[in-house]
C-alpha cells in the first residue's frame, strides 16, 4: 500500500472513531441551531418542534407560547421561568449565561435578561 493511501485510510479511520464518540459541551455555541446573537426557543424538548429565533435586549418579557427548548447564543444572562402572571413570579427553571442551552427546562412561558 502507498504512503499516501496507508495515511489516508489511518485519516479516515480516525475520523469515524472520532465522529463516533465527540459530544459537544453544553456551554459550547450552538450556530446550527441559533444563530449568534441571537435566542431561539423550541415548541419541543431536545431543540425540536417549531423554532423562533429572537433578538434580545435587557428586560423581562412574557411570552405567548411556551418553549421547551432554548439556547442563548447573545451576550446577556438569561433566565427561564414558567411565570404564574407576568413575568419572574412563579417558578425559575434555568439560567443561561451566554452561549448555553437547556434541552429540557421545563414549560419556559417568561424569560428575564440580564446585561453582563
Same mark, same amino acid.
Given at each position: 500500500?502507498?504512503?499516501?493511501?496507508? &495515511?489516508?485510510?489511518?485519516?479516515?479511520? #480516525? =475520523?469515524?472513531?472520532?465522529?463516533? @464518540?465527540?459530544? /459537544?459541551?453544553?456551554? !459550547?455555541?450552538?450556530?446550527?441551531?441559533?444563530?449568534?446573537?441571537?435566542?431561539? &426557543?423550541?415548541?419541543?424538548?431536545?431543540? #425540536? =418542534?417549531?423554532?423562533?429565533?429572537? @433578538?434580545?435586549? /435587557?428586560?423581562?418579557? !412574557?411570552?405567548?407560547?411556551?418553549?421547551?427548548?432554548?439556547?442563548?447564543?447573545?451576550?446577556?444572562?438569561?433566565?427561564?421561568?414558567?411565570?404564574?402572571?407576568?413575568?419572574?413570579?412563579?417558578?425559575?427553571?434555568?439560567?443561561?449565561?451566554?452561549?448555553?442551552?437547556?434541552?429540557?427546562?421545563?414549560?419556559?412561558?417568561?424569560?428575564?435578561?440580564?446585561?453582563?
Amino acid at each position: 500500500m502507498s504512503m499516501l493511501r496507508t &495515511g489516508l485510510a489511518v485519516t479516515a479511520v #480516525t =475520523g469515524v472513531l472520532l465522529g463516533g @464518540t465527540f459530544v /459537544p459541551s453544553a456551554a !459550547a455555541a450552538d450556530p446550527n441551531t441559533c444563530p449568534r446573537g441571537k435566542a431561539c &426557543g423550541w415548541s419541543g424538548k431536545n431543540r #425540536t =418542534g417549531e423554532r423562533r429565533v429572537n @433578538t434580545l435586549t /435587557p428586560g423581562c418579557y !412574557a411570552l405567548n407560547r411556551i418553549n421547551r427548548s432554548v439556547s442563548n447564543q447573545t451576550n446577556y444572562r438569561v433566565e427561564l421561568w414558567n411565570a404564574t402572571t407576568g413575568c419572574q413570579q412563579g417558578t425559575k427553571l434555568a439560567t443561561l449565561n451566554p452561549g448555553t442551552y437547556a434541552d429540557n427546562p421545563g414549560a419556559v412561558n417568561s424569560i428575564a435578561v440580564y446585561a453582563r
